[in-house]
């Protein structure tokens, strides 16, 4: 629906000036240019990001020791079962 309204709007406009002279035609791409260009402009390019950027942003002491992780990683890795009650017994 937005692009038959845009053509019917762009075909009003060229029907105004489709008969103009060609300086006319010229000022008028250029005004329209310069709307646009500053429209364009207003955009602020992304900033390229580098490790250098995050340097220093954490801190360690709000992380867990190396050896600390390591023995709850190996703790959650055991699970009991009827088999281990069975040795426990023995």
């Known amino acids: 629906m937005t692009a038959i309204t845009l ?9 105004l000036i489709k008969d103009a002279g060609n ?3 010229l ?3 250029k005004k329209l240019s310069d709307a646009v260009m500053t429209a ?4 602020k390019p992304r900033k390229k990001y580098t490790a250098d950027d995050f340097a220093g942003m954490w801190s360690d002491e709000y ?3 190396v050896d600390e992780l390591n023995k709850l990683i190996r703790d959650g890795r055991h699970v009991k079962s ?3 009650k069975i040795w426990d017994e023995i």
């Open 7 to 15: 053509e019917r709007e762009t075909e009003n406009y060229w029907d």
């Open 23 to 25: 300086e006319v035609k």
């Open 27 to 29: 000022a008028l791409i």
């Open 40 to 43: 364009v402009a207003e955009k």
């Open 63 to 65: 992380f867990m020791d």
């Open 82 to 84: 009827n088999r281990d």
